[in-house]
């Protein structure tokens, strides 16, 4: 039985792939339409349905998205710092990468865009708890809050999806997906 689903906006914009359970929940919920199933069925004692492949929301759900405000996040810090070590400047494998206070949070440093780096493991390690004046290091770059992010656009992964799915999606965004 094929178990993904594409839910989309009540406007057909695409917002992700769900299980075919969660599918058939929003369905008996009433909060979805069916706009497309598969000729696989799920059957009961009293209902036989098609598993849906295609789900369109009733109600329109608007994104978040607050222009010009990036979310404070780990992986945003590595972005920001392209993913570079800003005391040696060395650019290791995303895994190596650590983030560290610039003023120690034992020594009243906040968490915040100002305050956190991108950091090696051996260079975090070296400055310990410690400022980088103190630990004897330079910042490649002071720290700040950045206005702004690349356009990253919607981002689903269709790498175990069913080939329908892959289709569907271009055929509702006239786009091409990126594999």
């Known amino acids: 039985m094929e178990g993904r689903a594409l839910l989309?906006?009540?406007?057909?914009q695409p917002l992700q792939v769900i299980s075919w359970q969660k599918a058939i929940?929003?369905?008996f919920s009433g909060k979805v339409e069916i706009v497309e199933s598969s000729d696989q069925m799920i059957r009961s004692v009293s209902v036989s349905i098609p598993i849906p492949r295609v789900l369109r929301l009733i109600k329109?759900?608007?994104?978040?998205?607050?222009?010009?405000?990036?979310?404070?996040?780990?992986?945003?810090i590595f972005l920001r710092d392209h993913h570079t070590c800003q005391y040696c400047g060395h650019k290791p494998l995303v895994s190596?990468?650590?983030?560290?206070?610039?003023i120690p949070v034992v020594k009243g440093g906040p968490k915040s865009?100002?305050?956190?780096?991108?950091?090696?493991?051996?260079?975090?390690?070296k400055k310990g708890g410690r400022t980088p004046e103190e630990a004897g290091m330079r910042?490649?770059?002071?720290?700040r809050e950045p206005i702004?992010?690349?356009?990253m656009?919607?981002?689903?992964?269709?790498?175990?999806?069913?080939?329908?799915?892959?289709?569907?999606?271009?055929?509702?965004?006239?786009?091409?997906?990126?594999?």
């Not at 305050?115 to 051996?122: D, G, L, S, Y």
């Not at 702004?148 to 356009?151: C, E």
Request: with cysteine.
């Open 8 to 12: 989309l906006n009540a406007s057909f």
């Open 25 to 27: 929940q929003l369905f």
């Open 60 to 76: 329109f759900v608007p994104l978040k998205s607050r222009k010009n405000v990036v979310r404070f996040n780990r992986n945003n």
């Open 96 to 102: 190596q990468l650590t983030m560290d206070h610039v």
């Open 113 to 125: 865009w100002d305050n956190i780096v991108t950091a090696c493991r051996p260079c975090n390690l």
């Open 139 to 143: 910042l490649k770059q002071a720290p």
């Open 148 to 151: 702004w992010l690349p356009f």
């Open 153 to 179: 656009g919607l981002n689903i992964d269709f790498t175990n999806s069913p080939e329908y799915i892959r289709i569907l999606v271009q055929t509702y965004t006239g786009g091409t997906d990126s594999r």
